[in-house]
């Protein structure tokens, strides 16, 4: 069978999903990932331009405020960033693709709508893969593209069901096993080998620009007698923290699933490939939200009893140290995040999703 997965070009967007490409291969299907710059190369199957070249997610961005200077930042430009303004620059994109291809199947990241717009003009089902917790609010996102809200061709739902929203799922919702990807790399050589705990924060591959929010989690985690290892981004700059103690160790990228297996604690911004990493790997979270779908996600692993939250206006001096102090030594966190990762663990995983994705439930 050919499939086609379609992803923006984005990491929390694409990875998610590269376990499931992994799996489809393994299988036998003929598979092809539909993505843009800078993930053409080095992908578990052949990639393909899903978005046109001269189109970043950033470009988007701009363009739906200058589309619509009455929205600020929030759900409802969300809705019109991916339903009206991504979804017009994909759709023409992969309707080409589909034409040429002809794939008997399309699984698109669940904000890449212009992929569902796309394989329904094509005649192709199209499953929606989430990345994260399922909010209703998505539904706004397909209805402003002209989709099916509904998601008829089928959910697939990496989160765990003591996590995930209290909110009726899709209607054709499956459970995934959500497993970490990134390229292959290199530890950090002193993570291995250190005697002490190890603290690990991140705030991911978007960080919104939070510099400050940065060094005062770095600073303030530092202050305990922890190794701190932090990433800042492919594209940070590690420069930009300026001074840091000698028990903190600054990194621009590393192989997150391995890091997870070697800390005992990770403070983060709240992404949902880092929340849910961290959740499997049975460990506590502390989150500090800079945007986007953080806030909620900082929601469900607080109401879960898996860690803590602070929003940027609680952040007061000395707040974080005592989240990161707590959560070194609070056992119903950690007893928690380890009931967790028993669910996440019983999950389907890719490959047993892989073996019964062309396999249609009942109502597709």
Not at 125 to 136: C, E, S, Y
Not at 322 to 328: C, K, M, Q, R, T
Request: with cysteine; glycine share 8%.
């Amino acid at each position: 069978m050919k499939i086609v997965f379609a992803s923006l070009p984005a990491y929390g967007h694409l990875y998610p999903m590269l376990p499931l490409v992994s799996a489809c291969a393994a299988a036998g299907h003929d598979v092809t990932v539909a993505t843009g710059e800078p993930f053409l190369d080095g992908l578990p199957a052949p990639a393909v331009r899903g978005i046109p070249a001269d189109v970043s997610l950033r470009d988007i961005e701009q363009e739906t405020f200058r589309n619509h200077p009455e929205l600020s930042p929030g759900p409802e430009f969300a809705a019109y960033m991916f339903g009206e303004t991504t979804a017009r620059h994909v759709a023409p994109e992969l309707r080409g693709l589909f034409a040429e291809l002809r794939p008997d199947l399309v699984v698109y990241e669940v904000t890449n709508i212009g992929a569902a717009v796309a394989a329904a003009a094509a005649g192709v089902r199209a499953v929606a893969f989430g990345l994260g917790l399922w909010n209703p609010i998505l539904a706004s996102f397909y209805t402003i593209a002209g989709a099916d809200p509904t998601l008829p061709g089928g959910y697939l739902d990496p989160m765990p069901p003591s996590v995930q929203n209290r909110v009726p799922l899709p209607a054709n919702s499956r459970p995934v096993r959500s497993v970490a990807w990134a390229p292959a790399g290199p530890l950090p050589a002193w993570l291995t080998a250190s005697p002490r705990r190890t603290v690990y924060v991140t705030l991911g591959t978007v960080a919104f620009g939070a510099v400050e929010v940065l060094r005062q989690a770095v600073l303030e985690t530092a202050a305990h007698d922890v190794e701190v290892l932090v990433a800042v981004g492919p594209d940070g700059d590690p420069a930009l923290l300026g001074v840091v103690p000698a028990n903190v160790h600054l990194e621009k990228f590393v192989p997150q699933a391995e890091v997870l297996r070697h800390v005992d604690l990770v403070v983060h911004h709240g992404g949902a490939g880092t929340m849910l990493g961290t959740l499997a790997a049975g460990l506590p979270q502390l989150i500090l939200p800079q945007g986007a779908d953080q806030p909620f996600n900082a929601a469900a692993v607080e109401r879960a009893g898996a860690g803590r939250a602070l929003a940027n206006d609680a952040q007061t001096p000395g707040a974080i140290e005592e989240a990161v102090g707590a959560l070194l030594t609070e056992d119903p966190a950690r007893l928690a995040a380890r009931r967790i990762a028993t669910e996440i663990a019983a999950m389907p995983s890719p490959a047993e999703v892989a073996a019964t994705l062309l396999v249609r439930l009942p109502g597709i």
